[in-house]
């Protein structure tokens, strides 16, 4: 069936440190989303991508989509203490239909 | 900002119990969908829901697992008989048909099977 990994699964930084999570499908994503958890919390949608190539920043965060459409990244410039959570990225098969990836836990130490 | 509700917020049930659980959409979002998130795991979609018909069902184990959305408003999960690994968070989640501002999702019932 459809996989959508993330890497890594844990990263610990010291505040103000960059921080990078990788997602990649086994196969081809119609288009691909990203969502925050806080501890206790439940996702909250970050971002869209949808086309090859796609670029999109949000502040300090960057978000990116493969040019085959089957890896995305999120990037987080000079890391702050709130940004403490689970990043999942939910890849998209068409439609409405999405598998989320197992997230990439991030501690951000002051 | 509209939410999703969901209703318990915690239930402690013991196995063979039947349990169930309620989530209220943002107002026309005709999108539902019931996911099941382990702790320390992505979440798993377990059925979806566009108006009051199942679009997807096929991650639900039909032998214990039941969901409707009778009037394709609120909707409600059960599960019965609850077994031990059925302890999970159940977040429910709507979206506008398109999907292009993401899911909104609720804060879940934590499930807690003994």
């Known amino acids: 069936g459809q996989q959508v990994m993330q890497i890594p699964q844990y990263q610990h930084v010291q505040e103000g440190e960059d921080f990078t999570t990788y997602c990649n499908s086994s196969t081809t994503l119609s288009n691909i989303q990203w969502y925050k958890q806080r501890p206790g919390g439940h996702p909250v949608f970050l971002i869209q991508?949808?086309?090859?190539?796609e670029v999109k920043k949000q502040k300090r965060l960057t978000f990116q989509f493969g040019e085959a459409k089957k890896n995305s990244s999120l990037h987080i410039t000079a890391t702050q203490t709130t940004d403490v959570g689970t990043y999942f990225c939910?890849?998209?098969?068409?439609?409405?239909?999405?598998?989320f990836g197992p997230g990439t836990r991030l501690s951000v130490l002051p | 900002e509209a939410e999703v509700a969901q209703s318990p917020r915690y239930k402690i049930t013991e196995k063979s119990q039947a349990v169930a659980f309620w989530c209220d959409p943002i107002?026309?979002?005709?999108?539902l969908y019931w996911y099941r998130q382990i702790l320390g795991q992505g979440p798993e979609l377990l059925v979806q829901?566009?108006?009051?018909?199942?679009?997807?069902d096929s991650q639900l184990p039909k032998d214990r697992f039941s969901a409707e959305r009778l009037k394709g408003v609120d909707s409600t999960l059960k599960i019965q008989p609850a077994e031990l690994g059925d302890s999970a968070m159940y977040l429910c989640?709507?979206?506008?048909?398109?999907?292009?501002?993401?899911?909104?999702f609720g804060s879940g019932t934590r499930l807690t099977v003994v």
């Open positions: 989640a709507s979206s506008r048909t398109g999907g292009s501002s993401g899911y909104t």
């Open positions: 107002s026309g979002h005709a999108t």
């Open positions: 939910a890849g998209g098969l068409g439609g409405q239909n999405f598998v």
């Open positions: 829901f566009q108006d009051e018909s199942v679009v997807d």
């Open positions: 991508l949808v086309k090859s190539g």
